[in-house]
Nanobody, 119 residues
């Protein structure tokens, strides 16, 4: 099993910054692609950004130029630096990780962390 523990959410004013972290622990051979999703009230969960084990990244158009995903493979941890935050970024942010358990791969989710952008 794999556990994902997120931290770093909170309340921030528009234009502010937050940094989310997500650490993976448990029994696995390797963590492959990691990602951040978010779900705003009344909306479906959406993909925000992904990062492969090799460091290749992708971003939703709505966050390009403002959010940066990074990871530390030695710590099995992914980070999300969020700058120039807007009220529409308000959501519960979820970490997702694809774990190689040998011989299978499986996706895991964190418990979510609330990000609120408001003055």
């Amino acid at each position: 099993q794999v556990q994902l523990v997120e931290s770093g959410g909170g309340l921030v004013q528009p234009g502010g910054s937050l940094r989310l972290s997500c650490a993976a622990s448990g029994s696995f051979f390797r963590i492959n692609t990691m990602a951040w999703y978010r779900q705003a009230p009344g909306k479906e969960r959406e993909l925000v950004t992904t990062i492969t084990r090799g460091g290749s990244t992708s971003y939703a158009d709505s966050v390009k130029g403002r959010f940066t995903i990074s990871r530390d493979n030695a710590k099995n941890t992914v980070y999300l630096q969020m700058n120039s935050l807007k009220p529409e970024d308000t959501a519960v942010y979820y970490c997702n990780a694809n774990a190689l358990l040998l011989p299978i791969e499986r996706d895991y989710w964190g418990q979510g962390t609330q990000v609120t952008v408001s003055s």
